[in-house]
């Protein structure tokens, strides 16, 4: 019988609800004890490689947490990407490799925290791995280990490993952050790794392991180290109190991603993906959060032409966002042009070039020169430079917005 195979059913809860990466809000699954095929099955499916422009020897792992359309969010040990000299790349268990797009290392000094976050882009569909409590992690809990060591015999391929384990110590105060001690069968390779409960949950990121010595292989030639089987992990309650004390309206991936926990997530921590309208700067703004999970304005509301008829910026901004969002959902968002809706002058929706009005964006006024006033509608036109493709019929102008749906 396949083992990997056992009880998927049961798997789905976990699967189809994990994460948002940044802005997609998936269910919460219910926390469970798993058996251990179930949780090694959610191991293989999360875990991924993480390699350098080295090769074997400078290899680590780590654990994919949050998904933004096709941007994958991957957490690892930060010493695994430290080097600024290396290009990383990202293998899955499909087998497939993808180059890194984007690095972020959360430590600021050789004390800090040993986590990094590692990006790609793939079409593929990946699971993200649910974050547990690692406070609840105990000594005597049981926990499994997942990565992909260095292989021992030259030219052979890296393999995912799933070992389990019991929690032996936990310490207040760490070097780097690694207070989840446990007892486990580890390798070189596997740091950066997921530490996971038996509820399936990620509680620590595996990144070191006690030696007494060291040998010569006699495979490769290279030292090895000899392990006594007891291990550090950061634990992952020190990456989401990290997450929750950064500011939201930021541009790296620690201020753009949402992830997944068995707990009821703080509505403060739920972030949607597509248009949204935003007020932190105290002006509301119509904004689009891009595949890539960074934000960018759209529309800035600012006129109070329209307050005396229950319209003020709050409203148009909440309204024409929603009007957006559907739009985009609905793949009808395509290119932006001013017409002729309910007998008024707009800004509105169209399929194609030389085609009528099909959704209201925003009723214009009377006074308002249409061409005019759609050049100056959107924020990113000013920017000559991210200005998209601009068609003209006549004297009225069609704006392909498709491309700046995927990228800016």
Same mark, same amino acid.
């Given at each position: 019988?396949?083992?990997?195979?056992?009880?998927? !059913?049961?798997?789905?809860?976990?699967?189809?609800? #994990?994460?948002?990466?940044?802005?997609?809000?998936?269910?919460? +699954?219910?926390?469970?004890?798993?058996?251990?095929?179930?949780?090694?099955?959610?191991?293989?499916?999360?875990?991924?490689?993480?390699?350098?422009?080295?090769?074997? =020897?400078?290899?680590?792992?780590?654990?994919?947490? #949050?998904?933004?359309?096709?941007? /994958?969010?991957? *957490?690892?040990?930060?010493?695994?990407?430290?080097?600024?000299?290396?290009? /990383?790349?990202?293998?899955?268990?499909?087998?497939?490799?993808?180059?890194?797009?984007?690095?972020?290392? *959360?430590?600021?000094?050789?004390?800090?925290?040993?986590?990094?976050?590692?990006?790609?882009?793939?079409?593929?569909?990946?699971?993200?791995?649910?974050?547990?409590?690692?406070?609840?992690?105990?000594? @005597?809990?049981?926990?499994?280990?997942?990565?992909?060591?260095?292989?021992?015999?030259?030219?052979?391929?890296?393999? *995912?490993?799933?070992?389990?384990?019991?929690?032996?110590?936990?310490?207040?105060?760490?070097?780097? @952050? +690694?207070?989840?001690? +446990?007892?486990?069968?580890?390798?070189?390779?596997?740091?950066?790794?997921?530490?996971?409960?038996?509820?399936?949950?990620?509680?620590?990121?595996? @990144?070191?392991?006690?030696?007494?010595?060291?040998?010569?292989?006699?495979?490769?030639?290279?030292?090895?180290?000899?392990?006594?089987? *007891?291990? #550090?992990?950061?634990?992952?309650?020190?990456?989401? #109190?990290?997450? =929750?004390?950064?500011?939201?309206?930021?541009? !790296?991936?620690?201020?753009?991603?949402?992830?997944?926990?068995? =707990?009821?997530?703080?509505?403060?921590?739920?972030?949607?993906?597509?248009?949204?309208?935003?007020? %932190?700067?105290?002006?509301?703004?119509?904004?689009? &959060?891009?595949?890539? @999970?960074?934000?960018?304005?759209?529309?800035?509301?600012?006129?109070?032409?329209? =307050? %005396?008829?229950?319209?003020?910026?709050?409203?148009?901004?909440?309204? $024409?966002?929603?009007?957006?969002?559907?739009?985009?959902?609905?793949?009808?968002?395509?290119?932006?042009?001013?017409?002729?809706?309910?007998?008024?002058?707009?800004?509105?929706?169209?399929?194609?070039?030389?085609?009528?009005?099909?959704?209201?964006? +925003?009723?214009?006024?009377?006074? &308002? !020169?249409?061409?005019?006033?759609?050049?100056?509608?959107? $924020?990113?036109?000013?920017?000559?430079?991210?200005?998209?493709?601009?068609?003209?019929?006549?004297?009225?102008? /069609?704006? !392909?917005?498709?491309?700046?749906?995927?990228?800016?």
């Amino acid at each position: 019988m396949n083992v990997w195979g056992l009880r998927f !059913d049961a798997l789905t809860i976990i699967l189809t609800g #994990a994460v948002t990466v940044a802005a997609v809000v998936g269910q919460q +699954y219910a926390a469970c004890a798993k058996t251990a095929q179930e949780v090694a099955q959610l191991a293989m499916l999360t875990t991924v490689e993480v390699n350098n422009t080295l090769g074997f =020897s400078g290899g680590g792992s780590g654990v994919i947490i #949050a998904k933004q359309g096709n941007i /994958y969010t991957v *957490l690892t040990a930060n010493h695994v990407v430290a080097s600024l000299a290396q290009e /990383y790349s990202i293998r899955t268990h499909l087998e497939k490799s993808y180059t890194a797009i984007r690095i972020q290392r *959360l430590p600021k000094n050789d004390r800090d925290i040993d986590l990094a976050l590692v990006q790609f882009q793939s079409r593929e569909p990946y699971p993200a791995a649910p974050m547990g409590e690692s406070e609840r992690a105990v000594v @005597g809990s049981t926990i499994y280990v997942a990565g992909y060591p260095l292989p021992i015999a030259a030219e052979s391929e890296r393999k *995912l490993e799933f070992t389990a384990g019991i929690i032996s110590s936990r310490l207040g105060r760490a070097s780097s @952050g +690694y207070g989840l001690r +446990y007892q486990a069968v580890t390798r070189r390779g596997m740091s950066g790794g997921p530490v996971f409960d038996v509820d399936g949950r990620v509680v620590g990121i595996h @990144g070191r392991g006690d030696t007494v010595g060291t040998v010569t292989s006699q495979w490769n030639g290279q030292i090895e180290e000899i392990k006594t089987g *007891l291990n #550090a992990a950061i634990p992952i309650d020190a990456f989401t #109190a990290l997450l =929750s004390q950064t500011q939201r309206n930021g541009f !790296d991936i620690l201020s753009n991603i949402s992830i997944g926990r068995a =707990s009821t997530q703080s509505q403060r921590n739920v972030r949607p993906g597509g248009f949204m309208c935003d007020t %932190s700067t105290g002006e509301p703004m119509t904004v689009y &959060q891009n595949p890539q @999970g960074f934000r960018e304005p759209w529309i800035r509301w600012n006129s109070n032409f329209f =307050s %005396s008829s229950g319209y003020d910026p709050l409203t148009r901004c909440q309204q $024409v966002t929603q009007r957006l969002e559907n739009y985009n959902r609905n793949k009808q968002l395509n290119y932006v042009t001013v017409g002729i809706v309910n007998n008024q002058r707009a800004i509105c929706t169209t399929s194609r070039v030389n085609g009528p009005c099909e959704g209201l964006i +925003y009723t214009l006024r009377r006074d &308002q !020169d249409p061409a005019p006033a759609l050049s100056s509608f959107f $924020v990113w036109l000013a920017n000559q430079k991210a200005r998209p493709s601009l068609f003209e019929s006549g004297t009225i102008p /069609y704006i !392909d917005v498709r491309e700046r749906l995927e990228q800016f």
